[in-house]
């Protein structure tokens, strides 16, 4: 799994498990100056992953609207969620289906071992790949 500051590539690899700003800020221009991330996204490399919807957006929106996307999502209908929906860019045929495994995968979701936006959205496609119409958005 990628570095969630400095993201996957070849710097997050040679530079992983070491702790302190330096190794990040080596990985993250070793990531930058190379521009592998492409390379290890389109493969599955360097700890990349392929695919997903997790983008910019998802994760800004998630951020700043963690409580009510939190109240949304645990009754399983809500403004917040409808967005996420969008961003995600969930059919307007599968939005209910997305509602009712958000709701019911609420406590996975939001597990107290997710500290933070990145961690709920990672268990978040977790709960989607394991549905057979939402692993399509995954």
Same mark, same amino acid.
């Given at each position: 799994? @990628? %570095?969630? %500051?400095?993201?996957?590539? @070849?710097?997050?690899?040679?530079?992983?498990?070491?702790?302190?700003? @330096?190794?990040?800020?080596?990985?993250?221009?070793?990531?930058?100056?190379?521009?592998? /991330?492409?390379? &290890?996204?389109?493969? &599955?490399?360097?700890?990349?992953? /392929? &695919?997903?919807?997790?983008?910019?957006?998802?994760?800004?929106?998630?951020?700043?609207?963690?409580?009510?996307?939190?109240? %949304?999502?645990?009754?399983?209908?809500?403004?917040?969620?409808?967005?996420?929906?969008?961003?995600?860019?969930?059919?307007?045929?599968?939005?209910?289906?997305?509602?009712?495994?958000?709701? $019911?995968?609420? @406590?996975?979701?939001?597990?107290?071992?997710?500290?933070?936006?990145? /961690?709920?959205? %990672?268990?978040?496609?977790?709960?989607? $790949?394991?549905?057979?119409?939402?692993?399509?958005?995954?």
């Amino acid at each position: 799994m @990628a %570095d969630n %500051d400095v993201g996957c590539g @070849a710097g997050t690899q040679i530079w992983a498990g070491q702790k302190g700003i @330096a190794p990040k800020i080596l990985a993250a221009t070793t990531n930058g100056i190379f521009t592998n /991330q492409l390379l &290890g996204i389109t493969f &599955g490399t360097l700890g990349c992953r /392929q &695919g997903g919807t997790v983008t910019a957006q998802v994760v800004t929106f998630t951020n700043e609207n963690a409580e009510s996307l939190a109240r %949304d999502m645990a009754v399983g209908q809500g403004e917040s969620l409808n967005v996420l929906a969008e961003l995600m860019q969930i059919k307007a045929t599968d939005k209910a289906r997305f509602f009712a495994v958000s709701k $019911a995968n609420f @406590a996975e979701i939001y597990s107290s071992k997710n500290k933070n936006t990145l /961690q709920v959205l %990672d268990s978040l496609q977790s709960v989607m $790949a394991k549905d057979a119409v939402l692993t399509a958005y995954v």
